[in-house]
């Protein structure tokens, strides 16, 4: 599947925030890439993150009079596309102008002659008060005029997208080169989700979560967390009938943190109970939700009971089936961390409260189907992650027991009965 590459402008000027596009006759919008988002910028967990500190020095400030290159891979493509653009976690209004969409060469390298101009209600620019999201039609690149304030951003993108200068303004118009984006990271700003023009019998599957969604220790740009290698089956056996899409948030809980705010931010964003308006049913075209969560609560971050984690669930699949009727809700079961190396996890209370809350997930009832990762990646000898999906696949090294590596990440979408987790028609 091609990338897109996202420009966007965000300029403190004062204009309406724009009407989100119309659904297209004979078809409608599906949304084939998300990254949830979080923030504000640095709060999170990214990995293999590159020194920012030359190209966002101020993270109060966020970008300053300079252009970003997010780099992004739909799982479905269509003639048109349209972009949301997220200001979620911001303090100040930010100004999308001079956005583009392009095909990516390699690196902060454009397909020459691809670049789109995009525009909002049929003007260049669109503004985002605090707390804001607005919809555009295709997807681009990001330029930013004077201080955009605090970045909402997606931390663990496990994609390399590029950043300018600051100071160095827009990207001129035309210029496909990568010369102006010495920059690199490893995150998503401000984009959060791309919609494509689909037939009607297109809907997307949404694998909500946290890291081991997100896609923690698998390999750095090499599209295989366990949604992107599901995706890869789905397509080899349906098409184009489903896109998968990806809203894991490292660290995140069911039910905490209690207090989420710009100025009070949490590694792991917004409990999912909190993010699933914008995360799941601001989404287009949604047919199925996949939920793995729960783990982050029962750590020290969070030390909630099973009984609350299942009253959360209870809530988040009421809340689902309320907003999208006919929805299919899919419950998976919570991967070992039984003696992990991370200091927020490893102990045998966690790993009760995982078991019982597993139990729940397996028998009941709650949920329409069940996919079941801890039998896929659990030794039944010590009940510890199986020891060949250790290993750490981003940057190397023994791993954390916690978040499975590429292998693990495989084994997780080969247990996953397709025809369980396909919407109903």
Same mark, same amino acid.
């Given at each position: ?25 004979? #078809? ?104 804001? @999201? ?88 090499? @599209? ?163 020891? @060949? ?18 292998? #693990? ?17």
């Amino acid at each position: 599947m091609p990338r897109l590459v996202h420009l966007l402008a965000a300029a403190l000027l004062l204009a309406p925030v724009a009407v989100p596009a119309q659904p297209l006759p004979g #078809g409608h919008w599906v949304t084939a890439w998300a990254g949830s988002v979080q923030g504000p910028y640095p709060s999170g967990y990214a990995v293999a993150q590159p020194d920012l500190s030359f190209a966002l020095p101020n993270p109060a400030h966020g970008a300053h009079d300079q252009s970003m290159r997010m780099i992004v891979r739909p799982d479905v493509w269509g003639d048109v596309a349209r972009l949301r653009f997220s200001n979620a976690l911001g303090t100040q209004p930010v100004t999308l102008d001079a956005v583009h969409v392009a095909l990516q060469l390699s690196g902060a390298a454009l397909v020459p002659s691809t670049t789109r101009a995009v525009s909002f209600d049929g003007r260049p620019f669109v503004t985002l008060p605090p707390g804001a @999201e607005v919809w555009s039609d295709p997807v681009a690149l990001d330029y930013v005029v004077g201080d955009s304030g605090p970045l909402t951003w997606h931390a663990k993108a496990m994609t390399t997208s590029y950043l300018s200068r600051p100071g160095a303004g827009a990207a001129p118009a035309g210029d496909d080169s990568e010369l102006g984006f010495p920059f690199s990271t490893t995150s998503w700003f401000l984009l959060d989700a791309v919609d494509m023009a689909m037939p009607p019998e297109t809907k997307a599957i949404v694998a909500f979560g946290d890291s081991i969604t997100d896609g923690t220790n698998t390999t750095l740009n090499g @599209e295989d967390r366990w949604p992107d290698v599901l995706a890869r089956r789905l397509h080899a056996a349906y098409g184009e009938r489903v896109a998968v899409v990806n809203t894991g948030i490292g660290g995140n809980q069911v039910v905490g943190p209690a207090l989420y705010a710009p100025d009070h931010p949490f590694a792991g964003g917004q409990a999912a109970l909190q993010r699933l308006d914008r995360d799941v049913l601001g989404l287009s075209g949604v047919g199925t939700v996949i939920v793995l969560e729960g783990i982050n609560d029962f750590g020290n971050d969070g030390n909630a009971s099973p009984e609350a984690v299942e009253a959360g669930m209870k809530t988040l699949v009421a809340r689902l089936r309320a907003a999208l009727p006919g929805v299919r809700v899919v419950g998976a079961t919570l991967t070992p961390a039984l003696a992990s190396s991370n200091p927020s996890h490893g102990s045998a209370a966690e790993e009760t409260k995982r078991q019982t809350l597993n139990a729940f997930i397996r028998s009941g009832g709650v949920f329409d189907a069940v996919v079941d990762f801890d039998a896929a990646t659990r030794d039944a000898g010590s009940g510890e992650m199986r020891a @060949e999906f250790v290993p750490n696949s981003t940057t190397g090294g023994a791993g954390d027991k916690l978040h499975p590596n590429r292998a #693990g990440y495989q084994a997780m979408a080969a247990a996953i009965p397709l025809m369980v987790v396909l919407p109903a028609p």
